[in-house]
């Protein structure tokens, strides 16, 4: 069994700033490519931003110069700084990680139950 455990979302005010985690327990042998993605209402879920197991990141355009990936792969963690905040950024976060188990002896694609984060005055 592998889960993630997003923490960290809430209501914020337009400007302000949040820091989303996400921590993954279980019978991990190993965690590649980690990311965040969300989903507002009515829309698709998208991307938001990805980390590499080496640490090479990416972001989707909107996000670009406000937020910031980053992982503490003894903690198995990933974490998202949400800086200068805007209403648009409104959605669900959801994490997700590309992880060989122990138990499966396969890679597979696993997914935290996501966090509100809401942004308004």
């Known amino acids: 069994q592998v889960q993630l455990v997003e923490s960290g979302g809430g209501l914020v005010q337009p400007g302000g700033s949040l820091r989303l985690s996400c921590a993954v327990s279980?019978?991990?042998?190993?965690?590649?490519?980690m990311g965040w993605h969300r989903q507002a209402p009515g829309k698709q879920r998208e991307l938001v931003a990805h980390?590499?197991?080496?640490?090479?990141?990416n972001y989707a355009n909107s996000v670009k110069g406000r937020f910031t990936i980053s992982r503490d792969n003894a903690k198995n963690t990933v974490y998202l700084q949400m800086n200068s905040l805007k209403p648009e950024d409104t959605a669900v976060y959801y994490c997700?990680?590309?992880?060989?188990?122990?138990?499966?002896?396969?890679?597979?694609?696993?997914w935290g139950q996501g966090t509100q984060v809401t942004v308004s005055s």
């Open positions: 997700n990680a590309d992880i060989f188990t122990m138990v499966s002896r396969a890679r597979d694609d696993y």
């Open positions: 980390i590499t197991s080496g640490g090479r990141t």
């Open positions: 279980g019978s991990i042998f190993s965690i590649y490519a």
